[in-house]
């Protein structure tokens, strides 16, 4: 298990500063989805980064200082990952999949743009919460 202050320290990093070392975030946005889906999406991520021991047993003699930052990056590379392309892939397919839809049924282009966002926040929110 990580050390839970590294844990917070990277979601910290990651969720409040848009930090992002590893990866280069996409130009824009993945969706014109609410940014509290990638939040919710990032909190399961850190979750699961708080369960995962990154830190091997045979170096636990070294210095706590070590320790800390392996979960730390560990914990900020698990993130970054999760919602830079598995969270970023999934709110992308269903912005595209809901758009072809509603405008295969009818509605019109004008309508759609202008109740995207509401459109896009029950069903994003709920895809983040699987």
């Known amino acids: 298990m990580a050390a839970t202050l590294a844990v917070v320290l990277a979601g910290f990093l990651h969720i409040t500063f848009g930090i992002s070392i590893f990866l280069a ?6 969706s014109p989805a609410p940014p509290v889906t990638s939040w919710i999406f990032s909190v399961a991520a850190l979750l699961l980064a708080k369960d995962v021991t990154l830190y091997p047993k045979s170096y636990i003699n070294l210095p706590y200082f070590f320790e800390f930052a392996v979960d730390t990056i560990g914990s900020l590379v698990m993130v970054e990952l999760a919602v830079g392309v598995v969270w970023s892939s999934i709110e992308h397919l269903v912005h595209q999949v809901l758009r072809l839809i509603l405008l295969f049924l009818g509605m019109k282009e004008e309508t759609y743009f202008l109740l995207e966002f509401w459109i896009l926040l029950p069903l994003t929110t709920s895809f983040s919460y699987i």
């Open 25 to 30: 975030p996409r130009d824009g946005r993945c």
